[in-house]
């Protein structure tokens, strides 16, 4: 008998810090590279696909679980989600051994109420001091939500990886692949570079910023020489601009100088990264500007 291929959309959830990116890095590998799409368009955004003998994960974003926001942008950032994640065929819910905090339950309501597609993976298992802890702080977590099984990981180290491949094989449904086998993510590069800066941000000073910011690439311009790209860091109060800029402009300095590097690698070219902020007063209030700025 044939082994049936398996393909779908894989969603990692879970609040700031867990180890989301870690995990997505684990999984698909490092290297991004442009994927030419073999059929049918899909509303997700991907971030990056495995493919293995006889499967193939498809990871999409899901925006607006990375951002705190308030208003009209929380509640439509919880229509997006509550959406997207009900168009996946699995969602990896990410949380952190033995810390449970606000930002994990206010997950929770947004997941499929059945659990059935859900796993529960507890990260960070390396840097848990007792094993004893595991056992009550997931039976604490799954008497909140249902969820179908319970993966302990260390993305870090690559610790129970396969382990949570097996369970995310048993939920994808049976299907041809998606994706060319060597591409990973179908993203346009200038979303890649404008999350590479928005990452850069938030590392420095996402604590720091409220309600986190957007960033919109105005520029992009490419040839045989390199590429020369100006990106806009859209903040909601002129307050927001000096926390960005760091004393003497240093936070600024470093991310650019980071965000080039990242940017050098993934293109294999010379570039030219100008980087500035605008204050945009109110903008999570409209969702007119939301859609300007992509959130729809
Ligand atoms: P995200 O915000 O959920 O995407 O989290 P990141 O992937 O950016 O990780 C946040 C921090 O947790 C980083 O400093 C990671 O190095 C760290 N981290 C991620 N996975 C692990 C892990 O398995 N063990 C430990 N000790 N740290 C981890
Ligand atoms: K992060
Ligand atoms: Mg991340």
Redesign the pocket.
């Known amino acids: 008998m044939t082994h049936p291929f398996r393909c779908g959309f894989v969603a990692i959830v879970?609040?700031?810090?867990?180890?989301?990116?870690?995990?997505a890095n684990a999984l698909i590998g490092s290297k991004i590279s442009i994927v030419s799409r073999k059929a049918q368009t899909t509303r997700h955004r991907i971030n990056g696909v495995l493919t293995r003998e006889h499967e193939q994960f498809v990871f999409v974003d899901t925006p607006g679980f990375?951002t705190r926001h308030g208003g009209t942008m929380n509640r439509m950032m919880n229509r997006v989600v509550t959406q997207a994640l009900a168009d996946v065929d699995v969602i990896v819910h990410?949380v952190e051994a033995g810390k449970w905090s606000s930002g994990d339950a206010q997950l929770l309501p947004l997941l499929p109420k059945s659990g059935q597609k859900t796993i529960l993976v507890v990260?960070?298992?390396?840097?848990l001091k007792s094993k004893n802890e595991m056992f009550s702080y997931v039976n604490k977590i799954m008497a909140q939500h249902p969820y179908s099984a319970v993966v302990p990981?260390?993305?870090?180290?690559g610790v129970q990886l396969d382990n949570l491949l097996a369970e995310i094989t048993e939920r994808l449904p049976e299907g041809e692949p998606m994706f060319e086998a060597d591409t990973l993510t179908d993203r346009p590069m200038r979303f890649i570079v404008a999350e590479l800066i928005r990452e850069k941000i938030?590392?420095l000073v996402g604590d720091e910023l409220p309600y986190g910011c957007t960033v919109v690439i105005e520029e992009w311009e490419e040839n045989d020489a390199g590429v020369r790209v100006a990106a806009c860091i859209v903040v909601e109060r002129d307050t927001h601009r000096p926390i960005l800029l760091g004393a003497g402009g240093a936070h600024m300095k470093r991310m650019a100088t980071e965000a080039r590097q990242d940017m050098v690698k993934l293109l294999d070219k010379t570039v030219h990264l100008e980087v500035y902020i605008k204050v945009r007063k109110g903008w999570s209030d409209r969702e007119s500007t939301l859609r300007e700025l992509g959130y729809e």
């Not at 879970?14 to 995990?23: A, I």
């Not at 990981?153 to 180290?157: H, Y």
């Open positions: 879970g609040r700031p810090n867990v180890g989301k990116s870690t995990l990375q990410v990260n960070k298992i390396d840097a990981v260390s993305a870090l180290r938030f590392r």
